[in-house]
């Protein structure tokens, strides 16, 4: 696993709403000129919820640190990205802030920031693997320690009951589904071996997709014989819990986790239909972007810089520190 700072959720960055379009306002610093000029590479904006909390805090830590950035969004096309990425390289700016619209294809944008001399640091949704040496580092959810933390709460659920589950993974291939998955896998095998999963299908991060997957999944292994569900997301959790409706099954009687603690997953676990899930903070996610960016311009020895995987049980579902962001 990789190094991580803890950081506290406690007393989230609260800022008002800002109007986006395709750039980021500049720094307001008294007249000042910027410290730096920062181009954000982003798969989306306000025009998605994440981005509805994620964008301002960004913007308004680049603010305070006298940061000038650009913002693009690519609405999750890699093409679009690409050409985005040619023209941050042409401006020269100080450093690329990349959260990659799709993961295997972010290399040559990569490649070139390096040959220009330009540090990339990751935000959100990590690289992969062999991409690593070609950025200065991440910033974002601990998607591997996010799994982790699921299958944690699923193996107190189980306890020494040998229990049957169906995995929902996220779009195959995506960094973020990859490492979830591997967190949650890794951590059942390690801790609860009793805990057996029948069967996984992606989900795509959609409630749809995911409803009838996990109808697929019922089918192929028998309803009877499933007593609990992991969802990468809480998206995908609701639509799982609906496959479960469907047939007339209560979800209250399985044990199910998922990963977001969102406004759609976090009614679900005081409802009791959801077990557990856990909190990711897009208003840290945007403000610790800035953080990180500062770090490695300013020189600093940095390590990825990981949100702490905060567990969300019916105990703390109303909790004011765990409150939902998107």
Known sequence: MRSSRALTLVGALAVATLAFT???AGSDSGGDEASYQIYAL???GTDQPYGTSYLPAMQAKADELGIELTITNSKYDADQQASECEVAVAAQPDLIVLWPAVGDTVRPCLAAAQAAGIPVTVTNSDVNPEDKDLTAGFSGPDTYGQGVASAEIMCELAGDEEVGILM???LTGNSTATTRRGGFVDTIEESCPNVTILAEQPGNWSKDDSQIAVSEMLTSVGAANVKGIYAADDTMVAGAIDA?????IDPASLF???IGNTKLGNPLVISGELDGTIFQSSSWDGENSMVF???VLAGDAVDDLLMPS???TAENASDPDVTPEW
Request: with cysteine; hydrophobic share 35%.
């Open 168 to 170: 929902v993974n996220g």
């Open 293 to 295: 960016a500062e770090q």
């Open 42 to 44: 982003l798969p989306q």
């Open 256 to 258: 199910i986790t998922s």
């Open 310 to 312: 905060i567990k969300v």
């Open 22 to 24: 395709g750039c980021g």
């Open 244 to 248: 479960l409706k469907a047939r007339d």
